[in-house]
């Protein structure tokens, strides 16, 4: 007879996260835990906890201040982009992560992410976009999507008075140059998600600039949607405006691709 | 590496010049800046002189982004700078907020402009409270208020000395007259002088992998709890409380006997010290009280002086935000006080010299 199993297995967890703050802090469903594991096992893969420092901006991401077994700095509102920078221009050993919400990275820090993105800085940016202001109860984000109800859009976001979603890779893409790495994934698809990720990492770890991956990510608390609606809104709804995929890699990182 | 200055010499210069050298025999290693007048010239010499010394330079798109990334750097464990003014200052409030949650080192130069708004570019105080007291918060920062070449000199070098000893973000204040009047002074290596520099130490990014070899540094501002925010605060406050008699600094004269003293800090401080000169010259029981850091105010003395003084005379130029720091430090005093304030507008010695001969008659 087979060994009967009396307990059940931790659930995997990456080694870089750090135990004693687990379960974290996000709502049951929540799309940042997963964007934070995929980020946790690129970081893991790429053996770089050591030398790693993470920032989490403010939005649901602050609460991801002491969530990993890494150096971690939370700032302010839009603001974790410069702190990076600031951080990886004066160390530049260091490998550097922003993390933020759509609000943070697109509109109150939207001339950092422009600025950084068209400077080349050497840094990597990971973007949650849940298509609205979670952490402040659900307001509009530039993000939301047309007819999209939000706190501040309560019949429906009007692309003719709020316009349409705001296309952060797309942009980031446009404004940087050869060696940048844009991608979009998706917590759909969470080993695609984590090897843009890994791949945006590396680019920064080779010195090639500015890479950046905005996540497709849920927020069933302020959608008020339960688990097969979240996934909806995320696998069939948001795709219409946002397409997943790598953005804009230079043929090293597309290798990467290959062999990942 | 070799050593910006190494034998003491005098020389003839800006003081935006004088305070990128400062800067550079401070040791600091990175500034961030965004121009804005009068301090466009700290960021012309400091991209001049940098490279070198090895030092680092970022332009950024904005004053939010300067005061956030000379945040990254000093947590990097670099002594970081950065200078700006008047709206400038404004916008540099919210990073600085973060870095007096944070308790970080970072130093800011403010060459103050005339306000509200984009106002005039040469000669103001306007910027005291704002300096002084910051945006959300307590206002727990230091403030040294320049008044000469010499002192932007000396006080530049001693930002970063208290800024990282104490871990308070710290400002020296001056104003665009400072900014771009030249004036002799003496450069120096402060080691030379036996002022030991404070060392630095990295916030993140230390030596060790996290959660293996040592526990993850990990720095935030936000918290759930009112209880503990209320500790945190308290305990800064009870921090700065103590540290406040040995950073609070100034100067006075002629105090003791004195029928009329003159307050005043900065560059106005110039007029006043020349203004009562004079009126001593001519038999006036008159005397100066300056305070060189705004914040902390030098509150004991500045009691002190208010109990003794029949008159007190305030000689700034803005309307009353030296008096509303004097105020609260002298608070029950009973001297009459008197004010000369002229927003935005330089004061002169005649014009001090004017004004207290009226308050003796
Ligand atoms: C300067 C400033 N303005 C406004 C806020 C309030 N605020 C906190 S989080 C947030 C929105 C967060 O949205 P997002 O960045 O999309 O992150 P999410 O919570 O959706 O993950 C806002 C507006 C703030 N903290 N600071
Ligand atoms: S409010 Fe939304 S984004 Fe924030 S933790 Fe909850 S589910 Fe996640
Ligand atoms: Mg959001």
């Known amino acids: ?34 964007v934070l594991k995929c980020l946790g096992q690129a970081i893991d893969e790429l053996n770089i906890q050591g030398r790693v420092v993470f920032g989490c901006d403010i939005g649901c991401s602050l609460l991801s201040w002491d969530f990993f077994n890494i150096d971690t700095i939370q700032t302010h509102h839009g603001r974790t982009t410069p702190v990076m920078v600031g951080l990886k221009r004066a160390r530049p050993e260091l490998v550097t992560i922003a993390y933020m919400g759509d609000g943070g990275g697109y509109a109150i820090g939207a001339q950092h992410l422009v600025n950084a993105a068209s400077r080349g800085e050497n840094i990597t940016v990971v973007l949650a976009n849940n298509t609205q202001y979670a952490m ?14 939000t706190e501040t859009t309560p019949y429906g976001r009007e692309p003719e008075t709020t316009g349409y979603p705001f296309m952060g890779p797309e942009m980031v893409a446009a404004i940087t140059r050869e060696g940048a790495y844009v991608a979009r994934g998706s917590v759909a698809n969470l080993r695609q998600l984590k090897s843009y990720i890994k791949k945006a990492l590396e680019n920064q770890i080779a010195g090639r600039g500015f890479s950046f991956v905005e996540a497709l990510s849920g927020c069933p608390t302020n959608w008020r949607t339960n688990a097969a609606e979240t996934w909806d809104f995320i696998e069939e709804e948001m795709p219409n405006y946002f397409k997943v995929g790598e953005i804009k890699a230079s043929a090293a990182a597309k290798k990467g691709e290959e062999d990942g | 590496m070799e050593k910006p200055i190494q034998e003491e010499r005098k020389a003839f ?37 940098a490279p070198r010394y090895k030092r680092g330079f970022l332009q950024t798109e904005d004053e939010l982004s300067a005061g956030f990334t000379t945040i990254g750097g000093v947590m990097g464990g670099k002594k ?101 009047m030249r004036e002799p002074l003496t450069l120096y290596d402060p080691e030379a002088r036996g002022v030991a520099m404070v060392g630095t130490e990295p916030f993140v990014g230390k030596e060790g992998v996290p959660g293996i070899e040592r526990p993850p540094a990990q720095h935030r501002n936000t918290f759930s709890l009112e209880e503990e925010l209320y500790e945190k605060v308290k305990t800064d406050a009870g921090d700065y409380e103590k540290i406040a008699p040995s950073v609070a600094e100034y100067s006075s004269k002629y105090t003791e006997d004195a029928d009329l003293v003159i307050l005043s800090h900065g560059v106005v401080f110039r007029a006043v010290a020349e203004a009562v000169g004079s009126l001593r010259e001519h038999g006036f029981k008159v005397g100066f009280f300056r305070p060189v850091t705004l914040r902390p105010m030098p509150v004991g003395p500045a009691r002190e002086m208010a109990q003794k003084a029949k008159k007190i005379l305030i000689a700034e130029s803005a309307l009353g935000q030296l008096a509303r720091l004097f105020k609260e430090a002298a608070f029950g005093a009973q001297a009459e006080i008197h004010t000369l304030f002229k927003p935005g507008m330089g004061i002169t010695a005649e014009e001090v010299e004017e004004k207290a001969r009226e308050l003796l008659q």
């Open chain 2, 80 to 180: 970081a700078f950065t200078a700006t003014a008047g709206p400038g200052n404004t916008l540099m409030q919210e990073p600085l907020s973060m870095a007096e949650m944070m308790r970080l080192p970072v130093v800011v130069v403010v060459q103050q402009r005339g306000g509200p708004s984009t106002a005039t570019v040469i000669y103001s105080q306007q910027e005291v409270t704002l300096t002084t007291m910051g945006g959300n918060g307590e206002g727990l920062r230091i403030v040294y208020s320049t008044s000469s070449h010499q002192e932007l000199f000396d006080y530049t070098i001693k930002a970063f000395n208290t800024a990282w000893r104490y871990r308070f973000p710290t400002f020296v204040l001056g104003d665009g007259y400072q900014a771009k």
């Open chain 1, 136 to 149: 402040t109860g659900g307001q509009m984000a530039p993000t939301t999507l047309p007819g999209q109800k």
């Open chain 1, 1 to 34: 007879m087979e060994a009967v199993r009396t307990e059940m297995p931790a659930p995997a967890m990456p080694r870089s996260w750090r135990v004693d703050t687990k379960p974290h802090k996000f709502c049951p469903g929540c799309g940042h835990g997963l």
């Open chain 2, 13 to 49: 210069l800006t003081g935006n010049e004088v305070v990128a050298w400062a800067a550079l025999v401070a040791g600091a290693e990175f500034m961030y800046g965004y121009p804005i007048t009068p301090q466009n010239e700290i960021m012309h010499y400091w991209t001049r002189l």
